[in-house]
């Protein structure tokens, strides 16, 4: 089992950054792709960013040149950098992990960007 804990959200103006953390549990977080999720009120969770085991990334075009994940295998611990704020981007953002079969959620941290 994989716990995951989100933190770094807050209230942003536009232009601004804000990075974002999740902390897995457990002994297997370099075995796992994580990825970072959103969700705006009224629409459909949506794929933000994802990383996999070996570094390769894949980015929501919404985000790219934006947004940036990292990952500390050592620390198990996964990032978004995320500059250039926009209005838009305003979300629930949620970390997800898989192994496969296995998919994790974190339980999501808000971003508000707002002037």
């Known amino acids: 089992q994989v716990q995951l804990v989100e933190s770094g959200g807050g209230l942003v103006q536009p232009g601004g950054s804000l990075r974002l953390a999740c902390a897995a549990s457990?002994?297997?977080?370099?075995?796992?792709?994580m990825a970072w999720y959103r969700q705006a009120p009224g629409k459909q969770r949506e794929l933000v960013v994802t990383?996999?085991?070996?570094?390769?990334?894949n980015y929501a075009d919404s985000v790219k040149g934006r947004f940036t994940i990292s990952r500390d295998n050592a620390k198990n611990t996964v990032y978004l950098q995320m500059n250039s704020l926009k209005p838009t981007d305003t979300a629930v953002y949620y970390c997800?992990?898989?192994?496969?079969?296995?998919?994790?959620w974190g339980q999501g941290t808000q971003v508000t960007v707002s002037s």
């Open positions: 457990g002994s297997i977080f370099s075995l796992l792709t």
């Open positions: 997800n992990a898989r192994w496969d079969p296995r998919v994790y």
């Open positions: 990383i996999t085991t070996t570094g390769n990334t």
